[in-house]
């Protein structure tokens, strides 16, 4: 029944490591994207991709790596983990990419980089 | 410049109060806006969605939207211990290529209801 999933749920690696979270949604959206949710609890979005296209791809460093390989599953894949990417990382979806659309998130994965 | 602004709290008031959240925004071309609420350790739950100036009500809930004042607000009456929540402001604008929108999240305000 879950609409938006996410796995792992929790992500316990070591620096330099290479991991990777997964999404899936099951709402018949045509939009994806990938948040970050800082220790502050800032917000931030990361990627967008509507019907397997990258619409969205803010200022985020090369390690990170999205993949669309239907517009029901957008997985985010992390090169030579860092420190600073320790945080929250929600998945969400909308109907489409238009103005307006609310945004239904995952449970998250929190990811702690030792 | 922070994009979209929210006192970070916490906002206390005591059960049967009305809570009042605020949030300010400086894009004037954004026409979608959002309040999430996210428990602590939990992801954020769309509670309203607002997209023309005036009052929306949702039960116990009431978001106002003043688009000239880039300004948007959430009450909730009659606050219970369980609405003890982040409330999270989100603002949709239109990205540089104009071809998709975004969410733009304020920081949010902790909201904490009283016995």
């Known amino acids: 029944d879950t609409a938006v999933s996410q796995t792992p749920k929790y992500l316990v690696t070591q620096m330099g490591n290479d991991k990777s979270i997964k999404c899936e949604q099951n709402?018949?959206?045509?939009?994806m994207y990938w948040y970050k949710q800082d220790s502050k609890k800032f917000l931030k979005i990361m990627f967008s991709?509507?019907?397997?296209?990258?619409?969205i791809n803010e200022t985020v460093p090369n390690r990170f790596s999205p993949k669309s390989p239907d517009k029901a599953h957008l997985n985010l894949h992390i090169n030579s983990l860092e420190l600073g990417d320790s945080a929250v990382y929600f998945c969400a979806s909308s109907h489409s990419r238009a103005g307006g659309q609310p945004q239904h998130f995952g449970d998250g994965t929190r990811l702690s980089i030792l | 410049q922070k994009e979209v602004e929210q006192n970070s709290g916490p906002l206390s008031v005591p059960e049967g109060a009305i809570a009042s959240l605020n949030c300010t925004y400086s894009?004037?071309?954004?026409?979608?806006f959002f309040w999430y609420r996210q428990y602590s350790g939990k992801s954020p739950e769309l509670i309203m969605s607002?997209?023309?100036?005036g009052d929306k009500e949702d039960g116990r809930f009431t978001a106002q939207l003043n688009k000239a004042s880039q300004y948007v607000s959430l009450l909730i009456r009659d606050s219970q211990p369980s609405d003890s929540a982040t409330y999270l402001c989100?603002?949709?604008?239109?990205?540089?290529?104009?071809?998709?929108?975004?969410?733009?999240f304020g920081t949010g305000t902790r909201l904490q209801v009283t016995l």
């Open positions: 991709y509507n019907n397997k296209e990258l619409i």
């Open positions: 989100a603002v949709n604008s239109l990205i540089y290529t104009g071809t998709a929108s975004k969410l733009t």
């Open positions: 709402l018949g959206h045509d939009t």
């Open positions: 607002i997209y023309s100036n």
């Open positions: 894009d004037r071309g954004s026409q979608s």
